[in-house]
């Protein structure tokens, strides 16, 4: 849940606005953490809920019972490939390691042009400045060219991302 209760609030906004506005969220599948409450609140608000996760997820009886769709998976790999391939745009919330392994794949594929959908960051309260801060050095640096960095947008609220994929 992040150590801060802003993360809880910020997600069911996020949440919320995804259910309000007709989107379909596609995530992890989990009924716990930030997720769990991200996949309750488009649920709430009347949206479609899609999870995908893998089976050794699913014998710890972590899987979301509530949502549409439950797409059960054999490795994490494979996981993250079918969220990213049913996925219309991407957005990363304030996360560890493996929102940031999943971004990351998201931006190799736009970078090299396997992938022309949006890719979001809710840059909350700062949380992704580092990751802002190093695309940019890569940019500098000449490992990264200026329309790819362009393609990954930084957020600084839900609104912002609802002005950008409405």
């Not at 506005?21 to 995530?27: A, M, P, T």
């Not at 997820?57 to 490939?81: P, W, Y």
């Amino acid at each position: 849940m992040g150590s801060d209760p802003k993360y809880l609030r910020e997600v069911i906004r996020l949440g919320t606005w995804i259910g309000r506005s007709g989107h379909r969220l596609i995530y992890g599948g989990s009924r716990i953490g930030l997720m769990g409450e991200l996949a309750e609140a488009v649920l709430q608000a009347g949206g479609e809920v899609i999870g995908v996760e893998p089976g050794f997820f699913v014998e710890s009886c972590l899987q979301h019972d509530g949502i549409n769709e439950l797409i059960v998976t054999d490795t994490m790999a494979e996981r993250k490939a079918i969220m990213i391939e049913r996925g219309d745009a991407y957005i990363a919330f304030p996360g560890g390691t493996g929102t940031l392994e999943e971004i990351a794949e998201v931006m190799s594929q736009i970078r090299l042009g396997h992938n022309d959908r949006p890719c979001l960051v809710l840059n909350l309260d700062g949380f992704y400045d580092p990751l802002k801060v190093m695309l940019d050095r890569m940019v500098s640096e000449g490992f990264l060219d200026r329309e790819s960095r362009s393609r990954f947008l930084f957020a600084k609220d839900v609104e912002e991302i609802a002005r950008y994929l409405d």
